[in-house]
């Protein structure tokens, strides 16, 4: 049966003649005549597709190279400005005890058995490594850094409201070591830095001195404390970001911090270059790990990190604390779990 709704099939032959033709045009183009050009165009594709080919299998290689550093005790550094409390902090620690201390002028390092802060009789071993905050002696930090698995950096709250642009400007040397170690050597897991916002005891109002070393600090002031010290870092760290125009620029501390995004680029896919910690000097430190993009600085964009903030305080040295006949509160609670966990 035919029907006036039925329309006319076209051909195959009929169909296809246009676009026959179309490619027979294309093929009869001059340059492609022309066998230099024929040869040139070849091995630009040969070529491109050989790079395609080894960029995935490089990527596949690092990936498959993670790496961890779960082998002897965990390296744990406190760093951070002189006076900050770095030294009280290792001592109770390590000795339970409170001395009086004053500026170091060399490292402290010391192995001890870390307890668990579950209270299930758990212990580790922990390297703990005290570097002086004085400047001449901050670039001790480069001798420990590359075997540090956590770093805490000690800041006093109080003097970080009276000079946090200086206080600040030692941050960025600390984080752009700790993340071109994290990015060239492919760690499994982020290397930990924990910004500790220490004698956040004299924050509290009390009537009354406490009894307990550490004293037991109110959940309100550690609150306060951690939310004070990220404010005005992100406000300097953003100061400095903007300074050196959004994501470029040098500090120089710590050894020599160079490269650039695409250094950057270029470590980060062959695993070597501007992304690796070169000698002594810290040459070929890629800056840009740690600024993000444009716009305002945000602790998530640095590369290779996990970021904590914490709160801590020891009290006032008193009677009998120097003999460890106290009761113990939370002061360095924050502080222990985040060795624990490093």
Same mark, same amino acid.
């Given at each position: 049966?035919?029907?006036?709704?039925?329309?006319?099939?076209?051909?195959?032959?009929?169909?296809?003649?246009?676009?026959?033709?179309?490619?027979?045009?294309?093929?009869?183009?001059?340059?492609?005549?022309?066998?230099?050009?024929?040869?040139?165009?070849?091995?630009?594709?040969?070529? &491109?597709?050989?790079?395609?080919?080894?960029?995935?299998?490089?990527?596949?290689?690092?990936?498959?190279?993670?790496?961890?550093? #779960?082998?002897?005790?965990?390296?744990?550094?406190?760093?951070?400005?002189?006076? +900050?409390? *770095?030294?009280?902090?290792?001592?109770? $620690?390590?000795?339970?005890?409170?001395?009086?201390?004053?500026?170091?002028?060399?490292?402290?390092?010391?192995?001890?058995?870390?307890?668990?802060?579950?209270?299930?009789?758990?212990?580790?071993?922990? #390297?703990?490594?005290?570097?002086?905050?004085?400047?001449?002696?901050? =670039?001790?930090?480069?001798?420990?850094?590359?075997?540090?698995?956590?770093?805490?950096?000690?800041?006093?709250?109080?003097?970080?409201?009276?000079?946090?642009?200086?206080?600040?400007?030692?941050?960025?040397?600390?984080?752009?070591?700790?993340?071109?170690?994290?990015?060239?050597?492919?760690?499994?897991?982020?290397? *930990?830095?924990?910004? &500790?916002?220490?004698?956040? =005891?004299?924050?509290?109002?009390?009537?009354?001195?406490? $009894?307990?070393?550490?004293? =037991?600090?109110?959940?309100?002031?550690?609150?306060?404390?951690?939310?004070?010290?990220?404010?005005?870092?992100? #406000?300097?760290?953003?100061?400095?970001?903007?300074? #050196?125009? /959004?994501? +470029? +620029?040098?500090?120089?501390?710590?050894?020599?911090?160079?490269?650039?995004?695409?250094?950057?680029?270029?470590?980060?896919?062959?695993?070597?270059?501007?992304?690796?910690?070169?000698?002594?000097?810290? @040459?070929?430190?890629?800056?840009?790990?740690?600024? +993000?993009?444009?716009?305002?600085?945000?602790?998530?964009?640095?590369?290779? &990190?996990?970021?904590?903030? /914490?709160?801590?305080?020891?009290?006032?040295?008193?009677?009998?604390? @120097?003999?460890?006949?106290?009761?113990?509160?939370?002061? &360095?609670?924050?502080?222990?779990?985040?060795?624990? =966990?490093?």
């Amino acid at each position: 049966m035919s029907g006036s709704g039925q329309g006319k099939v076209p051909s195959t032959e009929t169909a296809s003649k246009p676009e026959v033709e179309i490619i027979s045009s294309l093929l009869a183009h001059p340059l492609l005549q022309d066998p230099k050009f024929v040869a040139t165009a070849g091995g630009l594709v040969v070529l &491109l597709l050989f790079l395609s080919s080894n960029t995935a299998t490089i990527t596949v290689f690092r990936t498959s190279k993670k790496t961890s550093r #779960r082998s002897g005790p965990t390296t744990v550094l406190l760093v951070g400005p002189s006076d +900050g409390g *770095k030294t009280s902090i290792f001592a109770n $620690l390590v000795h339970n005890s409170y001395p009086q201390t004053h500026t170091s002028i060399q490292p402290s390092i010391t192995t001890f058995p870390s307890s668990s802060p579950f209270n299930d009789g758990q212990t580790k071993q922990v #390297r703990l490594i005290d570097i002086p905050g004085h400047p001449r002696l901050r =670039d001790e930090l480069k001798k420990y850094i590359k075997d540090a698995s956590a770093v805490v950096f000690v800041v006093d709250i109080q003097a970080l409201v009276r000079n946090a642009a200086a206080i600040a400007e030692e941050l960025p040397p600390i984080l752009i070591a700790l993340s071109n170690i994290s990015v060239a050597q492919n760690l499994i897991e982020p290397l *930990k830095l924990q910004i &500790l916002a220490h004698k956040t =005891d004299l924050l509290a109002r009390s009537t009354s001195p406490s $009894l307990k070393s550490p004293p =037991d600090i109110p959940e309100s002031s550690i609150s306060t404390a951690r939310d004070r010290v990220k404010s005005i870092l992100t #406000r300097e760290m953003d100061r400095m970001k903007s300074a #050196r125009g /959004g994501s +470029g +620029g040098k500090i120089e501390s710590m050894g020599k911090v160079s490269g650039g995004a695409s250094a950057g680029f270029f470590a980060r896919l062959f695993g070597s270059g501007g992304g690796a910690v070169e000698g002594e000097e810290g @040459e070929g430190e890629d800056e840009s790990l740690i600024w +993000g993009g444009k716009g305002q600085f945000d602790w998530n964009d640095i590369e290779g &990190l996990e970021i904590s903030f /914490g709160a801590s305080g020891l009290g006032s040295v008193s009677e009998g604390k @120097e003999k460890g006949e106290r009761e113990v509160g939370n002061g &360095l609670d924050e502080v222990k779990s985040f060795i624990w =966990d490093a």
